[in-house]
């Protein structure tokens, strides 16, 4: 979008460092996405289930740091699922 028209957006500018040893599990969160359950206007959890299969394939074995994936893993999913029902909100037009 700079190359074109010279501005870059706001979120990119102050788009935070992602440290390293976040980067699995931020590509685990993007990676999960299409998991959720949808329906009804609405819009579930990544499920357990899921995380579970990924760590698998991911080699992640170690019941501590499995731990950790799925806290982390939540806590994002927490975060989005809040902003995506304000999102969802009727405007009350």
């Keep these: ?27 685990a969160f993007h990676d999960l996405r299409d998991e959720r359950a949808l329906g009804f206007g609405s819009v579930g959890a990544i499920p357990w ?4 299969r990924y760590a698998q394939r ?3 074995s170690d019941s501590d740091e499995f731990a950790r994936f ?9 975060v989005w699922l809040a902003w995506m029902r304000e999102k969802m909100k009727p405007t009350g037009t």
Excluded: H, N
């Design 1 to 27: 979008m700079a190359a074109e028209d010279g501005i870059v957006p706001a979120a990119l500018v102050q788009q935070p460092d992602l440290p390293d040893r976040l980067a699995f599990v931020w590509g």
């Design 49 to 52: 289930s899921a995380m579970d």
């Design 58 to 60: 991911s080699g992640l």
């Design 70 to 78: 799925t806290a982390l893993l939540r806590a994002m999913d927490a």
